[in-house]
């Protein structure tokens, strides 16, 4: 936020002098603004490049944001989170691993739906079509239909309630309100795979939990125990592929 401040009070600044500053060969001085707001024809706004700039680096520092919230990225962070505490290994994989595995099956999910974004708003735009205004209402309509392909419709309605929000069917609730419902859902989502996975884990924690009290080896812990045969069931069903699958085919892209 600091930056983008330095950033808008740098441009501000340079418009300033621009009006100030006397031309070489006398005469009037024509101010330059930074920040200006154009009315088009057709009765849309014009905004200049300074103030494109300055809400494009506003819209940057959203992004981490917008990924979390907005992508499959939820979904698969927490799914792994589980996985790596049912196996019973705190730092292995580490989360440099586990967050980078993640980015990158996110973008691998969201594929189809970053290619409609870019074909439906960032290449008119760059080919100066479209408005940025429009250019953001056109990008927004791939993940809105993306999240609520995703979403429960008690999640939806929940939200829809708490707002007071009516609609006549989903596809017509607000940017806002899809968001929200749809993180909730892929709480709830992440939360049943995750249960799913420690249930096999259990029962190899119980079985060695039960052998070493049937052979008095109370002191021993059963978790040193158990971690080898739950890596080996792992590695013996090749778990990794199983869960990425199983994963990437969860999510309804549309």
């Known amino acids: 936020m600091s930056r983008l401040l330095f950033v808008l009070v740098l441009l501000l600044g340079t418009g300033v002098m621009a009006a100030e500053a006397p031309p070489a060969g006398g005469g009037a001085t024509e101010f330059i ?84 974004a870019n074909e439906q708003a960032l290449t008119p735009y760059m080919d100066n079509q479209i408005s940025a205004t429009e250019a953001f209402d056109r990008a927004k309509a791939p993940f809105h239909s993306f999240m609520l392909a995703q979403t429960r419709r008690t999640d939806l309605d929940l939200f829809l309630r708490l707002s007071k929000t009516e609609i006549a069917s989903a596809e ?28 096999p884990f259990l029962i190899i924690d119980l079985v060695v939990a039960s052998v070493l009290m049937a052979m008095g080896m109370m002191m021993l812990s059963p978790l040193v125990i158990s971690l ?4 080996m069931l792992f590695v013996l069903v090749d778990g990794w592929t199983l869960i990425i699958g199983t994963l990437a085919n969860s999510f309804r892209v549309v």
């Open 33 to 116: 603004p930074a920040l200006t707001v154009t009315d088009t024809a057709e009765g849309g706004q014009q905004y200049s490049v300074t103030l494109q700039i300055v809400m494009l680096m506003t819209a940057l520092s959203f992004l981490p944001a917008l990924i979390i919230m907005m992508t499959s990225f939820t979904r698969i962070a927490v799914v792994f989170a589980i996985l790596r505490q049912a196996l019973g290994m705190q730092q292995t994989p580490s989360n440099q691993i586990l967050i980078g595995l993640t980015l990158f099956l996110t973008f691998f999910i969201m594929a189809p739906v970053f290619q409609r």
């Open 172 to 199: 017509e609730a607000p940017f806002w309100v899809v968001v929200p419902a749809f993180v909730t859902s892929e709480l709830k989502t992440a939360f049943q795979i995750g249960f799913m996975l420690f249930i």
């Open 228 to 231: 080898p045969f739950k890596l």
